[in-house]
């Protein structure tokens, strides 16, 4: 995280909520019929219960609580109860395995080029000393453990195979191997095999005698052989090991995977008759310098089956289709006269109204009555006031949606994102100083311990608002003979830039990117495809990616979403910041604000004419 030499205080202190225990319902389906005996526990607790016949279950759960789902040939589903949790309504899915967005054209295997560039995303490759595998097309089953699953307390490799792969079997331990010297370690161009020195491509020879570290050993495919057990290799960022790389720093470690099988491990040669432990870290990961065009890495093109802005109003509520088929502004003050009364426990209502008055009638007193009116609806619920923000910010309310970011914030201190959103509300009333401010709050409890940063979803978000805040503002951050002496690096991308927020965690959807010459790529934010994704926003506090857009494609984008609902079946608001000339001194926002209803139907919120190419940071 980037460092900015700034004086900073603390002012008042940040209290947080006390949450007691709380009732959850809901209903568990597999899409078309209620599930009953639905296995429901607290995770780490004594309570469980099951579903009834109708699907239907309660269960008590404190904020903070994983609630395990299980149902036998169903895929478990865990979910983290929040400040807002009341109401979790399950479909669970088959446990099968199946490919996806798999178009047969004369052949789909990929290039290393390919596989490359899919690296980042794909926890299915592993980089190899001889090119990238890629276990969904692999010759044999690949285990894999990504940097997700990693537990950085253990102390050193021996602990983190013992531990998380079943059938594994270690000879050594951590405190015993970390003692010993290094020397005669065997790289890729020697191994050891039957008592005899074997290259397996190269010109350098080590020795071979007592130096090699020999307490250590892994054993992928058994002790088939009592007089000479085979026991596996270690390929470490493309260099080939015999001995266990106990040096290893376990926190480095990026992805894992176990070949063991004669069809994976042929290209070690007899060195790799064990099996092969390859293991990825974080400095020794070519990642693929500048944009990658995801939607150009599969053979996928466009249908064009959306629904249209008729369909989806022919499906909008009846007061909001009476709304917007007033002639006049008395006749939609008398429509929302009688629908409030219907609609007093709706919130959601009020929100409609509101906008229908504020952007429509072009009638903002009301609109800000029907607001303060139902506030008492709102108040407390940090998704509700987040959708409201979002709405205030697509209207160009700054101030206002200032003062609800802060209403959030003061709900939910321990979330990254309200940080993030608290500064960049700053910056849109232009106080820049309070936004380095927050943001500057936040660095400190993450170098202080207080906060745990999540390096793969949130941080590269955040770090890229934080220095472009003082990219573009250092001026008005500190002074002028200050500002002169402030190093601030440059953007590291120029072009187009998309941020997709969310008001509600819970929300499940597509994203769908669809490039100029008709290929798409779709990003799935749904518990059966991302489970871990979700469960990490959950555990850090964030709702939120980004998507990059250079100039290397001329021509139309279009962004579409396909809602798939949330657990409590109600709207979900997705806010879409699109940037324009991002990374320059031109740079300029526009705020869309989306209200996903209609669920399983595909709809277009946007395109885009510009010249570029689509990666997801």
Not at 310 to 325: F, I, M, R, S, V
């Amino acid at each position: 995280m980037k460092k900015f030499s700034l004086l900073f205080y603390f002012i008042g202190a940040i209290c947080f909520a006390q949450v007691g225990e709380k009732t959850i319902i809901g209903k568990i389906t597999d899409g078309r019929l209620p599930l009953s005996n639905v296995a429901i526990e607290v995770e780490n607790n004594n309570g469980n219960t099951f579903s009834d016949e109708a699907g239907k279950y309660r269960i008590k759960a404190n904020v903070g609580d994983i609630l395990n789902y299980t149902y036998q040939g169903m895929k478990a589903v865990q979910i983290k109860v929040e400040d807002v949790t009341r109401v979790l309504n399950l479909t669970m899915v088959p446990d099968v395995k199946q490919l996806e967005e798999v178009v047969v054209l004369g052949s789909n295997r990929l290039s290393q080029r390919d596989l490359e560039m899919q690296y980042p995303i794909n926890k299915r490759l592993i980089r190899t000393a001889y090119g990238y595998l890629n276990a969904d097309t692999a010759p044999g089953n690949v285990r894999f453990l990504d940097e997700d699953q990693i537990n950085t307390v253990n102390l050193c490799i021996f602990d983190l195979l013992r531990q998380r792969f079943p059938g594994i079997r270690v000879s050594g331990t951590c405190s015993g191997a970390l003692g010993q010297s290094l020397e005669g370690q065997l790289t890729n161009i020697t191994g050891l095999v039957g008592g005899e020195e074997q290259t397996l491509g190269g010109s350098i020879r080590l020795s071979r005698g007592g130096n090699t570290i020999s307490n250590g050993k892994v054993f992928i495919r058994g002790l088939n052989s009592i007089t000479q057990p085979r026991a596996a290799i270690f390929d470490v960022d493309g260099q080939i090991f015999t001995d266990a790389p106990i040096w290893i720093n376990v926190s480095s470690i990026k992805r894992i995977a176990i070949l063991n099988n004669f069809a994976t491990t042929t290209m070690y040669g007899s060195a790799g008759a064990g099996g092969v432990v390859v293991i990825n870290t974080f400095s020794g990961t070519s990642i693929p310098k500048g944009t990658v065009d995801l939607a150009r890495l599969r053979n996928n093109f466009f249908s064009g089956n959306l629904i249209s802005q008729e369909q989806l109003k022919e499906n909008w509520p009846t007061y909001l289709k009476k709304l917007y088929q007033s002639d006049s502004n008395e006749e939609a003050i008398e429509v929302h006269k009688s629908y409030s009364k219907m609609y007093r426990s709706s919130p959601f209502y009020f929100i409609d109204a509101y906008t229908y008055f504020y952007d429509i009638a072009e009638n903002p007193d009301l609109a800000d009555q029907i607001i303060d009116d139902s506030y008492y609806l709102l108040k407390g619920n940090s998704v509700l006031l987040k959708g409201l923000a979002y709405i205030y910010q697509e209207q160009g309310r700054y101030d206002m949606a200032n003062n609800l970011y802060k209403q959030i914030l003061r709900l939910r201190p321990n979330y990254a994102q309200s940080y993030m959103d608290m500064a960049n509300s700053y910056r849109d009333i232009n106080s820049m100083r309070q936004a380095a401010s927050i943001y500057l709050r936040y660095d400190y409890m993450v170098d202080s311990g207080l906060k745990i940063n999540d390096s793969i979803g949130f941080a590269p978000i955040f770090n890229r608002e934080y220095n472009n805040l003082f990219f573009l503002n250092k001026e008005a951050v500190v002074n002028l003979e200050k500002a002169k002496s402030l190093y601030v690096a440059e953007e590291d991308f120029q072009g187009t830039r998309l941020v997709f927020e969310w008001n509600d965690s819970e929300a499940e959807f597509e994203l769908q990117f669809v490039n100029p010459g008709g290929q798409y790529y779709t990003w799935k934010h749904t518990l059966e495809d991302n489970a871990e994704v979700i469960m990490r926003e959950k555990e850090y506090g964030f709702s939120t990616t980004e998507y990059l857009i250079d100039d290397s494609l001329q021509g139309n984008w279009k962004i579409n979403a396909k809602y798939l609902g949330n657990k409590s079946l109600t709207p979900t608001y997705l806010k879409v910041t699109i940037y324009d000339n991002y990374g320059t001194k031109r740079q300029r926002q526009e705020v869309k604000v989306f209200k996903l209803n209609l669920k399983d139907s595909s709809q277009e919120l946007f395109s885009l004419n510009k010249q570029n190419s689509l990666v997801m940071n």
